[in-house]
C-alpha cells in the first residue's frame, strides 16, 4: 500500500527522508520557530546528530541526542540562549535543558536556559543575560559562572532522604567562581545516553575535552546546622 505524506508534516518531527530510504536530521538556513524547543545547529563537520552526520544550519529538535567528534565543536542557537558544545561530547536537547552526558558546554542565555548532568541541574540565578560552563569527565562536574550566579541543584528521592540531608542538594556558584562536584556522590551510579553514531569514541572520557581548558576544582558546600553539603569530595 502506498502512504503519501504531505510535504509539510515533513519538518514537524525534525526527520526528512535520505536517499537509502532510512531518516536523517533535516537540513534548513533557518530555525523552524513554530517548533518549541527546536534550534539550529551550525558545524563544519565532525558532528552527528541522532546518528547522522550533520552539516551547517541543521535544525535539531527536543529528544535530539548530539555527538561531537574530536576537534569538531558544534554551535547551538535557541530561542533565547546559544550553546558551545565542545569537541569529543555528548549531549541531548530537551526543552530549556541540555542534557549533558559526558564532555563540556558553554550557555550564553537570557532565558534561563539549564543544563542537566544525572541528576544535576544547573539553572541561572536571574532572568538576565548569564555565561557559564558545564563540564563533566570522569564522574567529576565542573561549573564555572563567567557573567552572573547560577544555581546548582540535584533532584532527590525524599523517601530516600534522613531529616538531616533533606533541605542539603543545593548550591550557588557566583560569577567568576568555579565549583566542582562529585557525581556519583550526589546521584549514584550514571546512566549514559547510549551514543547513537559508530562515529564516536568512549575513549575521550579520559582524554579530557579538547578547548574547554583546565577548570580548577573548589570545593562549594552549604553546610552548617548538621547539614551535609552538597559535596563532601575535596578538591
Known sequence: MLVVVPVSLLGQTGLGQTGQGQTGPV??????????GAGILHTQGGVWVNGYEAKDSSAVFPGDLVETKPGSPADLTLDGATVLIQPESVARLQNNVLELDHGSVSVGTSRSFKV?????????VVNEWTQYEVTNLNGNIQVAARKNDVNVEREIDRRKLSPATEASHGATVHEGEQKSFDESELC???????????GVSPKWIAAGVGGAGIIACVLLCRGGGGKTPISASAP
Do not use: L
Open 116 to 124: 542537566k548532568v544525572n541528576c544535576v541541574t544547573v539553572t541561572p
Open 27 to 36: 537540513q534548513t538556513g533557518q530555525a523552524q520557530t513554530g517548533s518549541a
Open 188 to 198: 549514584g551510579a550514571p546512566a549514559r545516553i547510549k551514543a547513537a553514531s559508530q
